[in-house]
């Protein structure tokens, strides 16, 4: 038995490869067998309370604790609503939101990921909860408004399949012998059945499935039991079915905008701005960006492909298909994917899977892996940051990812945001004339977001539009005033000039590191006067 | 330069919107029939001690259902119901010149009608808008940041806001909870709102209420908080450890009835 676990702590393809020849479902009962003797060793009986410190703890990583996208009114009878905005119930010393009981079914898993803190080879206590503890610690907490809902996952038991079930199951429970009407996100399982994950879907509000790594080649090295194919196919699922289900039933929960609600408006904005760009000068970047775009998502599609989506979820009348939506997650840092590379897989996910998010991870050295980078310096926080601002200027500004990035220049400036980063390199466009700029001009000005950007729209039929009107729409004069003109003026004699406007940003967010940082920095010195 | 005028009334909604009504009186009696020689200076006070001025007129306002009722029907009619939410949201702030700002919205509302919405480039109707944003952010904090105590069956809560947010987030614990009896008891203001299974929730204020006894029930335990305290700290990745963020996200005055902040 010891040459076993041995030979799986290693590497366990090469163990299973060299075991018996069976069908992938006996590689998984051999993997089983070894995991059971393992957890005979640690498992007792372990109160619920212990159970929900492993498994909380175990599921912490998992980044998504979002109770948005569905709006549900209460029923009158049982317990439960949701709103569309989400409610976040608490937030731990980190800063990260809990709104949802985030826990994992069991923390026995038969995979070993190597950035995974549940993976089969560590030695790590495991638990398991029972679908009924589940459900009643759910309803207890949701009772006194301690949480949205619940997020569930799990470890791999057995068998992908054998897991859904237990997932399905629970949730079912839940559902319909405990009436529970709130939140349920739950995680699909790479390598389950279309059906299963089917099933699940009509139950839950969200679902996702972990893309972990954004290239195919480091999932294979770091995630050897998943791949592309298995994570991607269940999403192209999801994706058909929330689509067929809209054409059912409407579309349902969608936000409706603040107060622009003509789309022609928005399409026409949309085409200025990039003949403005054109005209500018800066046509062949935009080209060049648009061409990097259709083959990152071609290579996206090309996984799904070959191996088309055997299910065509039909959908039945008010029986919601995944309503709010699925969302997945990436790690960053483990592997030496650019920040150009990620974006770009993100857009392309935006574009053919319609995510509601793509979350990022930095990446946390938790097995202290020597092939794996060390966090001993505390993990790459800002660059998180730095993705996030991205991926909410694809998902609401217009921007596409090739023109926040480069091949050349491959990652994010560290001292501005990459809205600013963009707006210096791109002069040529400003300074803009808050009186007459389209929608989507305004909002490629810093500190101009898309709630002011309405709001100015929305006044400047009434009035013209000076400085302190425009700052009490919330408008961010100190990152705007570089770049904006009210009535033909500017806010100050500011130049329009890169090095100039770029060391004035930077001073305003981080006085105290400009100035550690003395002489190294290459930006001309700042005087009060020019 | 005409002399300022300050109505002086409770600062409930009924009695703010009471004063409202009055205001509109002397405006049309005072300033032109459509009043268009009003230059803004009828002010309300909301607070009961208050510091006289020079060349002030003092009135005072009784409460009256009636004419509160007629204020809040002609806002909804002639200005929508978008509206009507925007008063209520800046008249439940805290602010002393919550009063003051609604009545100068509702003289240009009920001069230009509907679109005065969107003229955010004037001062009162940004402000109410300001007022009323500040308002439903701190009733949707509360959504989430209430905790209840489950106490023989019945769920209590006890919360401490700076605005009035209780008319603002009933609604929403009445249609989460519908199967439970639950009362939300606001240690600043005394009052509460009260919910008994499957029926309408009501306000209960100061005087039918005994907020003493409500806050010695909340004393007693619960033994679902240990359960939670022992998930929020496993949650925590002490690698990201960033606790200015979470005082950005959730500043301290908030914690102070959660059980997870509460050392037992």
């Known amino acids: 038995m010891a040459d076993i676990i041995k030979g799986y702590d290693s590497d366990m393809a090469n163990a299973v490869s060299t075991g018996s020849e069976g069908t992938s479902s006996d590689i998984y009962a051999d993997a089983h067998t070894d995991r059971r003797f393992k957890g005979a060793v640690l498992a007792g009986d372990i109160s619920v309370e212990e159970k929900l410190r492993i498994l909380g703890d175990a599921a912490k990583y998992d980044v998504a604790c979002t109770s948005s996208g569905v709006d549900r009114k209460g029923n009158g009878k049982s317990m439960g609503s949701a709103q569309s905005c989400g409610i976040c119930h608490t937030f731990t010393p980190d800063g990260r939101c809990i709104s949802l009981l985030k826990i994992l079914f069991t923390n026995e898993c038969i995979f070993d990921c190597k950035y995974c803190i549940n993976r089969s080879s560590n030695d790590v206590p495991r638990a398991t909860f029972t679908p009924d503890e589940v459900c009643r610690l759910t309803i207890e907490f949701y009772r006194r408004n301690y949480i949205e809902g619940l997020f569930f996952s799990s470890g791999i038991l057995k068998s992908p399949n054998y897991t859904v079930e237990l997932l399905y199951e629970t949730i079912y429970k839940l559902r319909r012998e405990y009436h529970f009407n709130g939140y349920i996100h739950a995680k699909a399982i790479p390598g389950a059945d279309s059906v299963l994950i089917e099933q699940l879907g009509y139950l839950t509000d969200r679902m996702s499935i972990n893309m972990e790594l954004p290239t195919g080649e480091s999932l294979k090295k770091l995630a050897p039991h998943k791949s592309r194919k298995s994570i991607l196919t269940p999403m192209k699922e999801i994706q058909i079915g929330i689509k067929n289900n809209r054409y059912m039933n409407g579309v349902y929960g969608k936000k409706t905008p603040l107060y622009i609600s003509d789309s022609s408006y928005l399409e026409d904005s949309r085409n200025m701005l990039m003949d403005n760009i054109t005209k500018a000068g800066y046509g062949t970047e935009l080209k060049k960006s648009q061409i990097v775009a259709e083959s990152e998502s071609s290579e996206l599609m090309h996984e799904t492909e070959t191996n088309k989506p055997v299910s065509n979820y039909v959908g039945t009348k008010n029986r919601y298909f995944v309503p709010a939506g699925q969302s997945t997650q990436m790690i960053i840092g483990a592997t030496d994917e650019t920040d150009y590379h990620i974006i770009n897989v993100s857009e392309a996910l935006y574009d053919n899977y319609d995510l509601k998010r793509v979350f990022y991870s930095a990446f946390i050295n938790v097995n202290n892996d020597t092939s794996l980078p060390s966090t001993e310096n505390g993990p790459e926080l800002l660059r998180e940051h730095r993705l996030y601002q991205a991926d909410w200027l694809l998902r609401y500004y217009g921007f596409k990812a090739g023109e926040l990035l480069t091949e050349d220049r491959p990652y994010f400036n560290k001292e501005i945001d990459p809205k600013c980063d963009w707006a210096v390199r791109h002069l040529g466009l400003f300074p803009v004339e808050i009186n007459k700029a389209d929608y989507y001009t305004l909002l490629r000005v810093p500190g101009i977001g898309v709630k002011s950007a309405r709001r100015i729209i929305a006044s400047r039929r009434h009035s013209k539009l000076d400085f302190n009107d425009i700052k009490r729409m919330g408008v961010v004069l100190k990152r705007a005033l570089y770049f904006i003109t009210c009535q033909g003026k500017m806010m100050y004699d500011t130049k329009l000039e890169e090095n100039y406007i770029t060391h004035h940003l930077i001073y305003n967010e981080r006085p105290d590191r400009m100035m550690a940082a003395g002489e190294q920095i290459t930006y001309t010195q700042m005087s009060l006067f020019d | ?264």
């Open chain 2, 1 to 264: 330069m005409d002399n300022k005028i300050v109505l002086v009334c409770d600062g409930t909604i009924d009695g703010i919107f009471t004063a409202i009504f009055d205001g509109f009186v002397i405006r049309n009696q005072r300033y032109g029939k459509k009043g268009e020689h009003y230059r803004d200076n009828i002010h309300i006070c909301t607070e009961p001690d208050y510091n006289e001025e020079l060349f002030t007129e003092y009135i005072c306002i009784e409460t009256d259902y009636e004419k509160s009722f007629k204020t809040a029907t002609s806002i909804r009619k002639k200005l929508g119901e978008e509206a009507y939410m925007f008063v209520i949201g800046a008249l439940c702030h805290y602010s002393p010149d919550r009063a003051t700002m609604v009545f100068g919205f509702l003289v240009r509302g009920f001069k230009t009608g509907k679109k005065v919405l969107q003229m955010l480039g004037d001062r009162y109707v940004i402000c109410i808008m300001e007022l009323s944003r500040k308002t439903n952010n701190e009733a949707h904090l509360f959504k989430g940041f209430l905790r209840f105590k489950d106490i023989d069956g019945t769920l209590y809560g006890v919360i401490s806001p700076k605005c009035d947010v209780i008319p603002l987030i009933g609604d929403h614990f009445d249609e989460r909870y519908p199967n439970e009896n639950w009362i939300i008891y606001d240690k600043k203001r005394k009052k509460a709102a009260i919910h008994k299974k499957y029926e309408q929730w009501i306000i209960v204020s100061d005087n039918n209420l005994n907020g003493e006894y409500l806050e010695t029930i909340y004393e007693k335990a619960d033994d679902y908080s240990q359960m939670w305290r022992t998930f929020y700290e496993a949650l925590y990745i002490k690698e990201r450890k960033n606790e200015k963020c979470q005082n950005n996200l959730i500043p301290k005055w908030y914690r102070k009835n959660m059980v997870e902040f509460l050392k037992e």
